[in-house]
């Protein structure tokens, strides 16, 4: 097998062998990102097992002595001068190194969104207990012990109402 095709099956197979598909689809909400994920995954296993079977194989040799003997050993010799002098180059990576950095500078700033968007999620939380506390307490509660919650809202009315504010 080719060096360039060997390093493609291994990137694969470490691929998927690093993807928490378990772990991702419990995150899916919707039927209809259940069916894309599972698409999804199901490509990966096509290209992968592709990759696999495809380009793990070294070529089989060539039998010249099966072809000298039922086409002629002139002709043979020819197409063997010919594919023994094709030199298939070597893939050099030029775009990685330039893309590199990049990607790095996203995944920092990935990092952050993440890191961000956690602790919103956890503000948001309290908030969700908090307005649950008190439509559990809303019927039987004063405006006195709402204000001692809300001090800004009673500083807003308490303000209005010294200004002659009724809201007409």
């Known amino acids: 097998m080719s060096g360039t095709g060997k390093k ?4 694969a197979f470490k691929a998927s062998r690093t993807i928490d598909w378990d772990g991702m689809a419990k995150l899916l909400v ?7 994920f599972a698409t999804l995954r199901r490509a990966f296993d096509e290209v992968n097992s592709t990759l696999q079977t495809k380009f ?11 072809y ?6 002139r002709l043979v010799d020819m197409y063997k001068e ?37 602790k919103e ?8 207990v908090e307005v649950q506390e008190l439509k559990k307490k809303i019927s039987t509660m ?23 504010y009724w809201g007409y």
Do not use: C
Not at 31 to 36: D, L, Q, T, V
Not at 143 to 157: G, R
């Open 142 to 164: 004063t405006a006195n012990e709402y204000f001692e919650k809300h001090p800004e809202l009673k500083k807003k009315f308490d303000d209005e109402i010294r200004n002659d």
């Open 121 to 128: 999620s956890e503000r948001l939380e309290k908030e969700i």
């Open 68 to 73: 000298r003997r039922g086409i002629g050993s």
């Open 56 to 66: 793990s194989q070294e070529p089989e040799p060539i039998d010249w002595e099966y």
């Open 82 to 118: 010919a594919y023994e002098s094709i030199s298939v180059p070597k893939y050099v990576d030029t775009v990685t190194p330039q893309y590199k950095p990049k990607f790095d500078a996203l995944l920092v700033e990935l990092k952050e969104a993440e890191e961000k968007s956690l």
């Open 30 to 36: 919707t039927e209809e990102a259940r069916k894309e």
């Open 8 to 11: 493609i099956v291994d990137v």
